[in-house]
């Protein structure tokens, strides 16, 4: 919890148990829970500004009130208020005094506790809130717990400032809730508070103890990492937005996410995102049969598979024309394909037991971990050659014509080629080279330009650091280290492959790459999709990571150990080896999508995607529905339900440390919109704007977002001037301005 000022060398707490419907939160304990339906917090959004010419310090005590009005409206059991409330009994270990209609006093040294005990309570809990002021030098003192007669065992629950969501002074008000401290929903009589560390003698005080129903939006949003209020106005966040700087067109389509064979047909909320474009593609596109419908071998995702998914290339194609999205179209140059949908790379009845099974099919892993040489290639698939290729692109093209639009906008060829003899081993076992890329690139790309001269062609897709520098036979078991690099005048894999395809045009007059592809995955430990750990050093490192995409200052916190800088890196390798290429990020995610760090992670990305200026990025796979991550994308795209959306035109701005602001205006100049981000998980921010040539401030809107599924709400504006506003950014927020201006 965060420390408090100490008043007569005592320690302050009060809290109150909730009761009500079960909460799915679990973050305490390390889990992630899908989040609970409902609006917006109140106590969220609340506070994000005070109105007009009201002090930012009364904005918080307003929104404290509004929680503490949501909570009173729940009807709470007490069970403590200034004295034992009736049937409740006082155990427990502690030195404590128990005076009428005042806090009850423990002193709390020697691991001591306190047992608040109701035989045969019955009832349906929600959540702990409880609020605390200790001497500075306790720290995070205190641990909470339920228990019960006989072998029922609670998890003990650390109060951490993550539970924080008020501080009034010298209390500080906790929720915890009830999943936390009873995960499995077993009975209980007693809640028992104890010090889980050596403390000193001074007094920790307790008082309005109870049992009420915990707000379903806020039992979410703290569940996602939010819903926290902070203390006060907030830390000072001096922000500039510069309409004199030089500006640029933002390209939708950075606005991708990627296609989900296995729940295509279950989800519905890939269309509610605000997505501009999706891709079709992952391991199993590179073994996709175009002619089988929906047929692909899932490779080492899933046991080397041959599968039908039910979802055909057109029903993929239409569906984006249906709900007016581009389509970004894998292409296989790997050269096999699944033959059918049934047979498996690593069929136990051939290559007996392996490590791990499923129906019949192996992991290609004998039980000791040993990889099994794999068969021939026509055990699962048949031969894709470019001709095969150029009339499934024919074919496209023909269907285009018939209705009189076009179906693909990019196609790319294949998905991480250089972890072919990993993820499609059983058809690909030996390490790919630098000329075994370009052969297929070359053959390949050839077919498609012939086949849709127009459409435009993005490679390599590769997954991340080692193999924008080096081949997967640099790494190959029994070569010298980076031989195949060496064996090419020692230059770094992408640099060479540009290099190649530009002189391969200056020789056939065909151009084969129009977009440099690649993909981004943070390596330092901060998950992918839902998985990733959600404690504090964790959630900052996540957002850290997202630096790595365009911060030359910042070095990688992982086994790389330096700068990658992926987008200036993709620049200058574009601008000293095949000028005039665009730029596309194919795969990113940063892991936790139900948490507030991944939720600011990604709209940090979205943000610096427009700064730098690339064309097109893909979100894998897409966000889970009314998430963190859903409401980041939907910061830019309809954060209103309505439409509204980051304009067009980039605006440079600049904002203070843990903190982002990114501008957007309209071509006319008189609408502005911008995404404030406040990656302090417990400090509110008083974010200071200066409009610098914008234009004479006219009508502001204010969005805020804390991690409640309900999404983003109307907040009250803060102060503004002609050229400047103030606005109250919550912990660990995103908040949409919305504003109109006057020009000069």
């Keep these: 919890m965060k420390r408090s000022r100490t008043k007569a060398g005592a320690a302050v707490l009060s809290g109150v148990l909730l009761a009500g419907g079960s909460v799915a939160v679990a973050q305490a304990v390390g889990a992630e829970a899908p989040g609970a339906s409902g609006n917006a917090a109140a ?7 005070a109105p007009s010419g009201t002090a930012p310090a009364a904005a918080a005590d307003t929104a404290a009130a509004s929680l503490t009005a949501s909570l009173e409206k729940t009807a709470p059991l007490m069970l403590y208020d200034g004295g034992l409330a009736s049937g409740w009994k006082d155990l427990g270990w502690a030195q404590r005094q128990l005076p009428k209609g005042a806090p009850a006093r423990m002193r709390m040294f020697n691991y001591s506790g306190w047992i608040l005990y109701q035989p045969k309570l019955e009832g349906t809990f929600g959540a702990l809130s409880f609020r605390l002021s200790a001497p500075e030098a306790f720290g995070e003192f205190l641990e909470v717990r339920l228990d019960a007669p006989g072998a029922a065992s609670f998890p003990r629950i650390p109060i951490t400032p993550e539970l924080q969501v008020r501080k009034d002074g010298e209390w500080a008000e906790i929720i915890i809730p009830m999943e936390m401290l009873n995960p499995r929903g077993q009975p209980f009589d007693r809640v028992v508070m104890r010090a889980s ?3 000193g003698r001074e007094w920790v005080l307790f008082d309005k103890v109870a049992l009420a129903a915990l707000p379903p939006e806020l039992a979410a949003a703290l569940a996602a990492g939010g819903g926290r209020q902070g203390q006060g106005s907030g830390r000072e966040a001096p922000m500039t937005i510069d309409c004199t700087a030089p500006s640029h067109r933002i390209s939708p389509l950075i606005y991708g996410i ?7 047909k279950k989800d519905k909320h890939q269309y509610e995102v605000g997505a501009t474009s999706r891709r079709w593609g992952g391991n199993p596109t590179s073994r996709y049969n175009w002619k089988l419908g929906g ?3 899932t490779a080492n995702d899933w046991f080397f598979q041959n599968v039908d998914i039910g979802v055909s290339y057109d029903d993929f194609l239409e569906s984006n024309r249906k709900h007016g999205m581009s389509s970004a179209l894998t292409v296989p140059i790997l050269g096999w394909v699944a033959k059918d949908a049934k047979s498996v790379g690593f069929p136990v009845m051939r290559f007996g037991p392996q490590q791990q099974e499923d129906n019949g099919s192996g992991n290609g892993l004998a039980r000791d971990g040993t990889p099994l040489k794999p068969g021939a290639p026509t055990l699962t698939s048949t031969e894709a050659s470019p001709e095969f290729i150029a009339e499934w692109i024919q074919a496209i093209r023909k269907k285009d014509q018939e209705r009189g639009q076009r179906s693909v906008q990019m196609y790319i060829l294949d998905n991480e080629p250089m972890l072919w003899n990993s993820t499609h081993r059983d058809v690909h076992p030996e390490p790919l080279t630098y000329d075994g890329l370009m052969e297929r690139t070359i053959a390949y790309g050839t077919a498609v330009r012939k086949a849709d001269p127009e459409g435009l062609i993005a490679g390599p897709a590769e997954w991340g ?3 924008y520098l080096w081949s997967a036979a640099d790494f190959a078991p029994g070569k010298m280290p980076h031989s195949d690099r060496r064996a090419h005048g020692n230059v770094p894999l992408l640099p060479w492959y540009l290099r190649q395809l ?8 065909v151009k084969l790459l129009d977009i440099v592809d690649l993909h981004f995955y943070p390596q330092s430990n901060v998950g992918v999709g839902l998985e990733g750990n959600t404690d504090p050093a964790t959630n900052a490192r996540r957002i850290r990571s997202t630096r790595g995409l365009w911060d030359p200052t910042y070095k990688d916190e992982s086994w790389i150990g330096e700068p990658i800088r992926l987008i200036p890196r993709m620049k200058e390798w574009i601008a000293d080896n095949y000028p005039g290429l665009r730029i596309s990020i194919g795969e990113y995610n940063f892991g936790a999508f139900r948490h507030m760090s991944g939720g600011l992670a990604q709209a940090e990305t979205l943000g610096r995607f427009a700064q730098e200026n690339i064309y097109s990025a ?8 009314g998430s963190p991550v859903f409401w980041a994308f939907r910061a830019f795209r309809n954060f209103d339900g309505k439409g509204g959306r980051f304009q067009d035109m980039w605006v440079p701005a600049k904002a203070a ?3 982002s602001v990114f501008a957007s205006r309209d071509e006319a100049g008189g609408k502005l919109v911008a995404v404030v981000l406040n990656f302090d998980p417990d400090q509110a921010a008083q974010a200071q704007i200066e409009l610098k040539g914008c234009g004479t401030l006219d009508s502001v809107r204010v969005l805020g977002y804390s991690g409640a599924p309900g999404g983003f709400t109307e907040q009250t504006p803060g102060t503004k001037a002609a050229g400047s506003l103030t606005q109250r950014l919550p912990p660990y927020s995103m908040t949409v301005l919305d504003l109109t201006v006057k020009k000069p």
């Design 43 to 49: 106590a969220s959004t609340t506070a994000a500004g």
């Design 258 to 264: 990627a296609f989900d064979g296995l729940t295509e």
């Design 465 to 467: 650091w080692t193999n």
């Design 502 to 509: 530009r002189e391969h045009e200056k020789k056939t007059g």
């Design 618 to 625: 893909y979100f894998w796979q897409y966000p889970t529905e």
């Design 657 to 659: 440390e843990n903190t």
């Design 295 to 297: 047929t692909w071998n």
């Design 197 to 199: 560390k050596s403390v």
